[in-house]
């Protein structure tokens, strides 16, 4: 059940709280690029319903028509930010590519349970009207079209620009920024319409990312550090907040849900670093550093010191919780944001990861003073990898978690994994007092498909998510 709180909390944010049932299905893009397959990445639906015969098990795969896409995020057609809009349904999910800078359309409202391909928008158009390449973040406008923020240019150097498609044709309008304006690199963006402003993020070059991490092109200023705040009304760049070097990689960013907060969070993946974003007195953008994870010192890795490597971040509903994964530590935290300068962790749990205590790293020394934490393995099967996508029940009280970051680096950092296949988990949330644990009748085995084991990345849920609605 929802809380009452949150309860009255959405039906403020104009949502039929009514809707807000338990998750039946998600949504899954499986990738196939940097592993031994050769066949296309698909889309897969999981049966989440542990009322149903099908519980835990892939009911449905879409296979894409093309190789080596590199499916990674999705977003709707159709979101919170329509609301009140009676001609707009969430019956698309948009699907970019992050390699091939394809955008498939996906049809979801005929039957959510067997998707199909509703349209393909091919790269030439994204090249060609845009000067734009590898899509990432999707997300519908309340005018009714769908933005997606790019991380490069066609000829693989950084570009964090934003294309603009119709949201009835799914053709390519244009650019969102004005000419000259792109950022240096893209990632993730979110919009707060209440306060006309919108920030981005930075990843990396494409062309340094493509197909694994080199610490060096760190140094060489391949990678940004930087988040960027954007007029949300006249699309042009105001402010560009440089984090330094503890800021490095500044992936996933989140406002509060409240659509009249004016701070937010972003988790910087190199250092494990979490900055509070705000408004100031004055009206101008600033960040603050509220949560560091120290990297911890050992032997047996590619480096003497490893990081956490923060890479994914999400607020629950009512702004209460902020979850976040450390995909080479192996765990996910939990922090009360209710005090949003000072976080405080009240829950955590080890998930695979590169520290586990039967593997090649032995950890010197750890700030933390944690203990190598043990292989988890849920109904015979050793977690491979670390914990990456996270996904959050509206109710706040299940967290699913997917193990696979992006292919090139799946292979890079978890050879074994790229060979074996991913995960995806369910770890049970205290949303009253904090506190995370393993649902150990929970696991879905990507290993175990029918095409060969593949990488499963990030969730959605049909009816819109922790992740993919903005309110107005």
């Not at 019956?91 to 955008?103: A, D, G, M, T, W």
């Not at 849900?257 to 969070?265: K, N």
């Not at 849920?378 to 978690?401: A, E, H, K, T, W």
Request: net charge negative; hydrophobic share 35%; with cysteine.
């Amino acid at each position: 059940m929802i809380s009452s709180k949150l309860n009255t909390k959405l039906g403020d944010l104009g949502i039929n709280t009514s809707l807000c049932r338990r998750e039946q299905i998600v949504y899954l893009p499986c990738i196939y690029r940097n592993t031994d397959i050769m066949k296309p990445d698909y889309l897969a639906t999981v049966d989440v319903d542990p009322e149903s015969s099908t519980f835990t098990q892939v009911i449905h795969r879409l296979p894409m028509p093309n190789l080596r896409d590199e499916l990674h995020h999705s977003g709707w057609n159709a979101c919170s930010s329509c609301f009140g809009d009676a001609s707009k349904t969430r019956n698309r999910l948009i699907l970019p590519s992050l390699i091939s800078s394809r955008v498939y359309v996906v049809d979801v409202g005929t039957d959510p349970r067997a998707p199909q391909i509703h349209k393909v928008v091919e790269p030439v158009d994204m090249f060609w009207k845009c000067d734009l390449a590898n899509p990432h973040t999707s997300h519908c406008l309340g005018n009714g079209q769908i933005m997606i923020s790019c991380i490069g240019d066609p000829s693989g150097n950084g570009k964090g620009g934003f294309v603009l498609l119709d949201g009835e044709t799914f053709e390519v309008i244009g650019n969102w920024e004005h000419p000259g304006e792109a950022a240096p690199f893209g990632y993730d963006f979110w919009y707060q319409p209440r306060h006309n402003v919108m920030i981005s993020t930075e990843w990396g070059a494409p062309k340094a990312l493509a197909n694994g991490f080199n610490p060096a092109h760190v140094k060489e200023g391949l990678y940004g550090r930087s988040i960027h705040v954007w007029d949300w009304t006249t699309h042009r760049k105001l402010q560009t907040l440089d984090l330094g070097e503890e800021g490095a990689i500044p992936l996933e960013i989140r406002f509060l849900h409240d659509p009249d907060a004016t701070e937010g969070y972003v988790g910087c993946a190199l250092r494990s670093i979490v900055f509070r974003f705000y408004k100031t007195p004055k009206g101008d953008w600033a960040a603050e550093k509220v949560i560091s994870v120290p990297s911890k010192k050992v032997e047996g890795w590619v480096l003497p010191e490893m990081p956490g490597l923060i890479t994914d971040i999400l607020i629950s509903l009512d702004d209460r919780y902020l979850f976040f994964s450390n995909w080479l530590h192996g765990d996910i935290r939990q922090y009360d944001i209710t005090d949003r300068r000072n976080p405080r962790l009240v829950g955590q749990v080890f998930l695979g990861g590169s520290i586990v205590s039967d593997g090649s790293v032995r950890v010197l020394e750890d700030p933390e003073n944690q203990p190598q934490p043990r292989p988890r393995i849920i109904q015979g099967r050793r977690v491979p990898g670390g914990p990456q996508m996270l996904q959050l029940s509206l109710d706040g009280r299940r967290l699913y978690v997917t193990t696979s970051l992006y292919s090139g680096w799946d292979k890079q950092f978890y050879p074994d994994m790229a060979k074996e296949g991913s995960v995806m988990m369910q770890i049970d949330v205290d949303s009253v007092d904090g506190g995370l644990s393993v649902n150990e009748d929970f696991l879905v085995d990507f290993g175990k498909e029918p095409g060969g084991p593949s990488l499963a990345h990030e969730l959605r849920y049909p009816g819109g998510d922790c992740t993919s609605d903005i309110w107005l």
